[in-house]
């Protein structure tokens, strides 16, 4: 008997002859283990303790002894000798009484025992196995013209090849490939274990295949595509174990065609499962992924999509020849995004290979075109990546990195990843599963929605309460549609037509791709349209109508987060730090506002990022996320129907009005500021003051270009307040808005609250921010910096070519001007002409307050006019001040004044000149002094007075 069992244990190394005569011997004795001399003997008082009932015949006893194997009660020896007879039964399926008395007549019937051995992969199997998968295949296919496999026989199946999941001793082969990795990783499992060692080698290939040796990982596969466990869990203890409770409760299908692997795939996205469960579908994910026929949803989904598409990939698989690993499964992949009717994928196929798709997902380790293509990025970027489990985000991030850039093959395998994902966000495994939560609490909904960006928009929406790694897998997918505009599904739907007529290429002839390149060159274009004239309009079609919707909020989504804005967020990362603190923010929306308010304070390339951010919210406020937050009730009260840079304009109309909030009027505040120093972000007056600009500015242009003047002083809307007399009247319009503006809050005014701080602290320390232009033009002789007078002496010439920007005299004189002046236009100076000249001709004409504050105005602008003689760059502003002096019925008066006011200066002058050694002569002194009083004739009445 020992003779015997020595040479079945050495089955493989004796001649054929004996072989035979062995298995025959063993057939004759399936019946009654008693007929088995050496596991008779072996095995005698396991059979008394364990099976003690078990009849001795029909080989029950065996059975029993087979199923107990793996107890601790059993004998080593009876152990030994029940793996030698199983091994016995797996090269000759005669010798398992059972199977062949349930099987023999379904062999038959399937022809499977005609089946040759005829290819690689059969020729490591014992025949037993090979047949099994035969009447296995049988079972699968539905065809009423062939003779079913009984349930009988199945269930014997299903017994025999749990027996050869449960133990690696049953597999000669495999034990032998994987002896180093049994030895080196799963050394702890304790030997008596059904199923560890087999569990041990599957989790580590889910969780990285390079832990194992290549030929054992080409055994296992091997193995787990013949026995497949993945089309029946209960072949497998492990996932019986860990995962019974999961499928009990979630999966009520039929336990065949892999129904439950794919029910418990699903649920993964939608809950955690515990890691004992988790890393057993993770190591079912991994062969499925390897092997189109281990997938069996979708290997039927897919079937004339095989045949037509990807037959000679399919054929090799069929043949067992599966090299490369997941050949058929990229072949689909390839076609996934085809349109051409001919060359796409079935409706039932696609979603079933995207299911297939997301699971990948999970782990490069799970797609096997990654990791032969992308193996050495891996090495390269990833090997010492920050979080290990999380290596499609490293390559993506590496792909996007201008520094650094991916192996040929390995970016155009990530480019299709990228593609799938933006094609659904539902197919980003590592979203979904990060997200779990807040979809279900805040995007069920969108989840359920047929729209691919109903759930990325929602999340987006959500961002600002994500956390942890759902935050960071909505920012990272949200920086790889930066990278290419086609990784943004929304975008392309509505853009891709606009930017293959206008942002194709870009101006050194390179094909455009990166999304920021094409939303600022389709913006181009829309400013360009815009500012082109009627005529010469239609030539160049305009941006359609979705496509600038959608640039619109892809726009307000990087104002509002500058992570999505990379440029930005480079340039100015030193200022972040310093100034806005940015580590410390937690409203994003804050952080563009922090720059923009600290702009004086920036770096240069910083300060010229941040402009060009400011420009494009000047041009449409709906950008402007910070404004849009801080006046959403006012929009909504005062400006519903305002579109673009009407936004602005309205809040600014009703920026006094009761429905106006304090954080949207500060922020209106603080956006008209800006106006009022840099003419290009006042769309109106920008195109309305175009040919005004280039007529009078021309020289300020030029000093700004050099640099010897900063327009952020609003060196360019000066020079047209200062020419309001000269501009267009549409220009004119403009500007005075900016002045009365200016009247109604003095920091608006960035040169009097540059050069004026000190004086308004001292003279008028009480007034409201609207009272303190009117403060200083009362005060005009308490001036005392030369810049500050210049500057009331401007406020002065502009409030007396305006009235409306003196409101004192306005209010005092509203009757007049209405009864009056009713029928002229205000500006350059025509409504105080008016006033002046019907004063003139009839001293009641007036009423007593009116005539009262005129006067006091016309005495305010001779003050004025005599601060300006002392400053030859204020004097000429101060012309019409003179002007006005002349046309007042109380000339002699005034003048009588001015004489008297030179020649007390004249009697100083005196003075000084006889203490102070030097100074010129009083004769000098006298004389130039009676060339200043002598005031030149009655100017030409101007031809605006009626």
Same mark, same amino acid.
């Given at each position: 008997a020992?003779?015997?069992?020595?040479?079945?244990l050495?089955l493989?190394?004796?001649s054929?002859?004996?072989?035979?005569?062995?298995?025959?011997?063993?057939?004759?004795?399936?019946?009654s283990?008693?007929?088995?001399?050496?596991?008779?003997?072996?095995?005698? +008082?396991?059979?008394?303790?364990?099976c003690p009932?078990?009849?001795?015949n029909?080989g029950?006893v065996y059975?029993?002894?087979?199923?107990l194997?793996?107890?601790?009660?059993?004998?080593?020896?009876?152990?030994?000798e029940?793996?030698?007879?199983?091994?016995?039964?797996?090269?000759d399926?005669k010798?398992d009484?059972?199977?062949?008395t349930?099987?023999?007549?379904d062999l038959?019937t399937?022809?499977?025992?005609? /089946?040759k051995?005829?290819n690689?992969?059969e020729?490591?199997?014992?025949?037993t196995v090979?047949?099994?998968?035969?009447?296995s295949?049988?079972?699968?296919?539905?065809d009423?013209?062939?003779?079913?496999?009984t349930?009988?026989?199945?269930?014997?199946?299903?017994q025999?090849?749990?027996?050869?999941?449960?133990?690696i001793?049953l597999?000669?082969s495999?034990?032998?490939?994987?002896?180093?990795?049994?030895?080196?990783?799963?050394?702890?499992?304790p030997?008596?274990?059904e199923?560890?060692?087999?569990?041990c080698?599957?989790?580590?290939?889910?969780?990285?295949?390079?832990a194992?040796?290549?030929?054992?990982?080409?055994n296992m596969?091997?193995? &787990?595509?013949?026995v497949?466990? &993945?089309?029946?869990?209960?072949? !497998?203890?492990?996932?019986?174990?860990?995962?019974?409770?999961?499928i009990g *409760?979630h999966?009520?299908?039929?336990?065949?065609?892999?129904?439950v692997?794919?029910?418990?795939?699903?649920?993964e996205?939608?809950q955690?499962?515990?890691?004992?469960?988790?890393?057993?579908v993770?190591?079912?994910?991994y062969?499925?992924?390897?092997?189109?026929?281990?997938?069996?949803p979708l290997l039927?989904?897919?079937k *004339?999509?095989?045949?037509?598409?990807?037959?000679?990939?399919f054929?090799?698989?069929?043949?067992?020849?599966? /090299?490369?690993?997941?050949?058929?499964?990229?072949?689909?992949?390839?076609h996934l995004?085809?349109?051409?009717?001919?060359?796409?994928?079935?409706?039932?196929?696609?979603?079933?290979l995207?299911r297939?798709?997301?699971?990948?997902?999970?782990?490069?380790?799970?797609?096997? +075109?990654v %990791?032969?293509?992308?193996t050495a990025?891996?090495?390269?970027?990833c090997?010492g990546?920050?979080?290990?489990?999380?290596d499609y985000?490293?390559?993506?991030?590496?792909?996007?990195?201008?520094?650094d850039?991916?192996e040929?093959?390995?970016?155009?395998?990530?480019?299709?990843?990228?593609?799938?994902?933006s094609? #659904?966000?539902r197919?980003?495994?590592?979203?979904?599963?990060?997200?779990?939560?807040?979809?279900?609490?805040?995007?069920?909904?969108?989840?359920?929605?047929?729209?691919?960006?109903d759930?990325?928009?929602?999340l987006?929406?959500?961002?600002?309460?994500?956390?942890?790694?759902?935050?960071?897998?909505?920012r #990272?997918?949200?920086?790889v549609?930066?990278?290419?505009?086609?990784?943004?599904?929304?975008?392309?739907?509505a853009?891709?037509?606009?930017?293959?007529k +206008?942002?194709r290429?870009?101006?050194?002839g390179?094909?455009?791709?990166?999304?920021?390149d094409?939303?600022?060159c389709?913006?181009?274009q829309?400013?360009?349209?815009?500012?082109?004239?009627?005529?010469?309009?239609?030539?160049?079609p305009?941006?359609?109508? @979705?496509?600038?919707?959608?640039?619109r909020a892809?726009f307000?989504?990087?104002?509002?987060?500058?992570?999505?804005d990379?440029?930005?967020?480079?340039?100015?990362?030193a200022?972040?730090?310093?100034?806005?603190?940015?580590d410390?923010m937690?409203?994003?929306?804050?952080?563009?506002?922090c720059?923009?308010?600290?702009?004086?304070?920036?770096?240069?390339e910083?300060?010229?990022?941040?402009?060009v951010r400011?420009?494009q919210?000047a041009?449409?406020?709906?950008?402007d996320?910070?404004?849009?937050?801080?006046?959403?009730?006012p929009i909504r009260?005062?400006?519903?129907?305002s579109q673009?840079?009407?936004?602005?304009?309205?809040?600014?109309s009703?920026? $006094?009005?009761?429905? %106006?909030t304090d954080?949207?009027?500060?922020t209106?505040k603080?956006?008209?500021?800006?106006?009022?120093? +840099?003419?290009?972000?006042?769309v109106?007056?920008?195109?309305?003051c175009?040919?005004d600009?280039?007529? $009078?500015?021309g020289?300020?242009i030029?000093?700004?270009?050099?640099?010897s003047?900063? @327009?952020g002083?609003?060196a360019?809307?000066?020079?047209?307040?200062?020419n309001?007399?000269?501009?267009?009247?549409?220009? *004119?319009e403009?500007?005075?808005?900016?002045?009365?503006?200016?009247v109604?809050?003095?920091?608006?005014?960035?040169?009097?609250?540059?050069?004026?701080?000190?004086?308004?602290?001292?003279?008028?320390p009480?007034a409201?921010?609207?009272?303190?232009?009117?403060?200083?033009?009362?005060?005009?002789?308490?001036?005392?910096?030369?810049?500050?007078?210049?500057?009331?002496?401007?406020?002065?010439?502009?409030?007396?070519?305006?009235?409306?920007?003196?409101?004192?005299?306005?209010?005092?004189?509203?009757k007049?001007?209405?009864?009056?002046?009713g029928r002229?236009?205000?500006g350059?100076?025509?409504i105080?002409?008016?006033?002046?000249? !019907?004063?003139?001709?009839?001293?009641?004409?007036?009423?007593?307050?009116?005539?009262?504050?005129?006067?006091?105005r016309?005495q305010?602008?001779?003050d004025?006019?005599?601060?300006?003689k002392?400053?030859d760059?204020?004097?000429?502003?101060?012309?019409d001040?003179y002007?006005?002096?002349?046309?007042?019925q109380n000339?002699h008066?005034i003048?009588?004044?001015?004489?008297?006011?030179?020649?007390?200066?004249?009697?100083?002058?005196?003075?000084?000149?006889?203490?102070?050694?030097?100074?010129?002569?009083?004769?000098?002194?006298?004389a130039?002094?009676?060339?200043?009083?002598?005031?030149?004739?009655?100017?030409?009445?101007?031809?605006?007075?009626?």
């Amino acid at each position: 008997a020992h003779v015997i069992s020595c040479l079945e244990l050495k089955l493989g190394e004796v001649s054929l002859q004996c072989k035979s005569v062995l298995q025959v011997k063993e057939e004759l004795a399936a019946d009654s283990f008693q007929l088995d001399k050496a596991l008779y003997l072996a095995c005698r +008082n396991d059979r008394d303790q364990l099976c003690p009932d078990t009849p001795d015949n029909s080989g029950e006893v065996y059975n029993c002894l087979g199923r107990l194997k793996f107890s601790s009660m059993m004998s080593e020896q009876c152990r030994s000798e029940v793996v030698r007879r199983q091994l016995m039964s797996l090269q000759d399926y005669k010798i398992d009484y059972g199977l062949k008395t349930t099987c023999g007549e379904d062999l038959v019937t399937q022809h499977c025992l005609e /089946k040759k051995v005829s290819n690689r992969l059969e020729e490591g199997f014992m025949r037993t196995v090979l047949l099994l998968q035969c009447l296995s295949d049988s079972h699968e296919v539905v065809d009423s013209r062939r003779v079913p496999v009984t349930d009988r026989c199945m269930r014997k199946v299903k017994q025999v090849k749990r027996m050869i999941m449960g133990d690696i001793e049953l597999s000669p082969s495999l034990g032998l490939t994987c002896h180093n990795d049994v030895k080196a990783h799963c050394h702890a499992v304790p030997r008596n274990k059904e199923g560890g060692i087999m569990t041990c080698l599957m989790e580590l290939a889910g969780k990285d295949e390079s832990a194992l040796e290549p030929a054992c990982r080409e055994n296992m596969l091997d193995f &787990i595509t013949v026995v497949d466990p &993945i089309s029946d869990y209960q072949l !497998n203890y492990a996932l019986m174990e860990n995962c019974g409770d999961y499928i009990g *409760e979630h999966c009520k299908v039929e336990q065949g065609e892999g129904q439950v692997m794919k029910c418990l795939m699903e649920l993964e996205l939608g809950q955690e499962l515990r890691d004992e469960c988790h890393y057993q579908v993770l190591s079912y994910k991994y062969f499925m992924s390897r092997s189109i026929l281990l997938d069996k949803p979708l290997l039927r989904a897919c079937k *004339e999509d095989t045949q037509k598409l990807c037959k000679s990939e399919f054929e090799e698989v069929v043949a067992r020849d599966h /090299k490369p690993h997941g050949a058929v499964i990229s072949c689909l992949y390839h076609h996934l995004f085809m349109e051409d009717e001919v060359m796409k994928l079935s409706d039932a196929c696609g979603p079933e290979l995207e299911r297939t798709i997301i699971a990948q997902g999970e782990s490069v380790n799970l797609s096997p +075109n990654v %990791m032969s293509r992308c193996t050495a990025d891996l090495v390269k970027y990833c090997s010492g990546y920050e979080d290990n489990k999380d290596d499609y985000g490293c390559l993506q991030r590496h792909m996007i990195d201008a520094k650094d850039s991916l192996e040929e093959e390995c970016a155009i395998e990530m480019d299709q990843y990228s593609q799938l994902v933006s094609e #659904d966000v539902r197919n980003d495994y590592r979203l979904m599963k990060a997200c779990t939560t807040v979809i279900h609490e805040s995007c069920r909904a969108e989840y359920g929605s047929q729209t691919h960006s109903d759930l990325l928009g929602c999340l987006v929406k959500e961002k600002p309460n994500l956390k942890g790694s759902c935050k960071k897998h909505v920012r #990272d997918l949200q920086l790889v549609s930066l990278y290419d505009f086609k990784f943004n599904k929304v975008f392309v739907d509505a853009c891709n037509a606009d930017v293959q007529k +206008n942002c194709r290429y870009d101006q050194s002839g390179m094909k455009m791709s990166k999304k920021q390149d094409v939303m600022y060159c389709l913006r181009e274009q829309i400013t360009k349209h815009r500012d082109q004239g009627p005529e010469t309009r239609d030539q160049r079609p305009p941006i359609t109508s @979705d496509c600038k919707a959608q640039l619109r909020a892809e726009f307000l989504k990087q104002m509002s987060d500058l992570d999505l804005d990379p440029q930005l967020l480079t340039v100015c990362s030193a200022d972040l730090k310093s100034t806005c603190k940015l580590d410390t923010m937690t409203d994003k929306t804050q952080v563009m506002e922090c720059l923009r308010r600290n702009e004086a304070t920036l770096t240069p390339e910083c300060r010229k990022k941040v402009f060009v951010r400011e420009l494009q919210q000047a041009e449409d406020p709906g950008i402007d996320p910070f404004l849009m937050r801080s006046c959403g009730d006012p929009i909504r009260l005062f400006c519903p129907n305002s579109q673009g840079e009407e936004v602005l304009q309205c809040l600014e109309s009703n920026l $006094h009005n009761s429905g %106006m909030t304090d954080k949207c009027a500060s922020t209106i505040k603080s956006r008209m500021r800006k106006e009022h120093s +840099n003419y290009k972000l006042n769309v109106g007056l920008k195109k309305a003051c175009k040919a005004d600009i280039s007529l $009078h500015c021309g020289d300020v242009i030029k000093r700004i270009i050099s640099g010897s003047t900063k @327009d952020g002083e609003g060196a360019v809307v000066n020079c047209l307040k200062d020419n309001l007399n000269k501009i267009s009247v549409n220009c *004119e319009e403009h500007v005075s808005l900016l002045l009365e503006q200016e009247v109604e809050d003095f920091t608006l005014d960035p040169l009097l609250s540059r050069f004026c701080a000190g004086d308004i602290k001292q003279i008028c320390p009480a007034a409201m921010e609207d009272q303190v232009e009117s403060c200083l033009r009362e005060h005009i002789m308490d001036v005392k910096s030369e810049d500050c007078t210049k500057q009331v002496v401007r406020l002065i010439t502009e409030a007396h070519g305006d009235v409306h920007l003196d409101p004192v005299l306005m209010r005092a004189c509203q009757k007049d001007i209405g009864y009056l002046c009713g029928r002229i236009s205000p500006g350059r100076g025509q409504i105080i002409e008016c006033l002046q000249a !019907n004063e003139k001709r009839d001293m009641t004409v007036l009423t007593p307050t009116c005539s009262h504050m005129l006067k006091s105005r016309v005495q305010m602008w001779a003050d004025a006019y005599n601060r300006a003689k002392q400053y030859d760059s204020a004097l000429e502003m101060a012309e019409d001040l003179y002007a006005a002096v002349q046309a007042s019925q109380n000339k002699h008066e005034i003048l009588a004044y001015l004489a008297l006011s030179l020649s007390l200066l004249i009697f100083l002058s005196f003075c000084s000149g006889r203490c102070t050694k030097g100074k010129p002569p009083l004769q000098v002194i006298l004389a130039k002094q009676a060339r200043d009083i002598s005031l030149p004739g009655p100017l030409p009445q101007s031809p605006h007075i009626p």
